[in-house]
């Protein structure tokens, strides 16, 4: 039992520690794209994961630290604003939408990108207050769309290769282990 | 090691085979996200077609100045918690030349000079946007 809860331990430690990292080399490259504010969010390969391989409370967990510590670290009080408003809304989308069981991960991930930028957009309106962001709300969803795309990809083959090292993970599929 | 073997044959979670199979609805999520994408498109679109001559500027959400974009100026515009923007106007075109937030994301968003065209500046909340004169008062409602 003890075993099961370090292991459990070690294991959110290290993957909050991933969210972050890649969420700080992303920050490193703010006009990466075309459009400014764009992202790839790596980080949410980490989420997927989470949510996928252990579960829905470790996604949200995770997604949450990290807006958190990110934001302590290498950020400001408005990034935090803007990080939790994109965070909550895909993560709800996300888990909500796996949970039908309708659509594969990829899919998930599509909506998940849409749903960050939508809630950053809806952030945005709620302090500047102007018809103006309709503009960005157009590139920034197809972009979330694509970056959705491929973090969707990239999270099903990382998911494939790593699930059976927390399979130990405990859920409620598999209590005669230890 | 053995145990954790042991246990993948168990696996009931969507990975796997539910990373690239199971679901089947996909194709309809998509399609209607895309559908959504464009009709937001279009709404942009028919919102914002005539070319625009007025420059607003407003500083969380309320409007600060407008400036004829047919007017040189060069000013600093003063937004939330001391943060400030150098405007430039030249040559019908807007930009910023300087920042103070951190990212300068504003300063890298170029130049704008048609309706509806948008400068964001989130930290210092400065919205710079191109209007057309004849809906200017329209707009100034908001």
Known sequence: MQGKRA???????????????????ESLVPAFWAVPGMKLGLTNIVVLFALYCIGTDSAVGINL???FLVSVLFGNGF??????????????????????????????????????????????????????????LVILWFAGMLSGALIGVMSAIVCERLKRFVSFEGNDSRKGLE | MTETLGTIREEKHATGKGAT????????????????????????????????????????GEVVQTYLLEQDADVVIRGVNGGTNHLHIEGGQAWLTEASCPDKLCVHMGRISGEGQTIVCLPNQVVLEVLDAQSETKSGMK
């Open chain 1, 79 to 136: 990034g935090l604003y803007y990080s939790l408003a994109g965070a909550l809304l895909s993560g709800l989308v996300m888990i909500g939408l796996k949970k039908t069981g309708w659509f594969r991960m990829i899919t998930v991930s599509v909506a998940g990108g849409v749903a960050h930028n939508v809630g950053q957009i809806l952030a945005a309106y709620v302090l500047l207050r102007t018809q103006a962001l309709l503009g960005y």
């Open chain 2, 21 to 60: 199979g199971k679901g089947g609805k996909d194709g309809l999520l998509i399609t209607g996200l895309l559908i959504a994408g464009f009709v937001i498109a279009g709404l942009y679109g028919l919102k914002y077609r005539q070319g625009g001559d007025v420059l607003q500027v407003s500083v969380a």
């Open chain 1, 65 to 67: 630290l990290r807006v």
């Open chain 1, 7 to 25: 292991r459990r331990i070690s294991t959110y430690g290290m993957l909050i520690a991933l969210a972050m990292i890649l969420s700080y080399m």
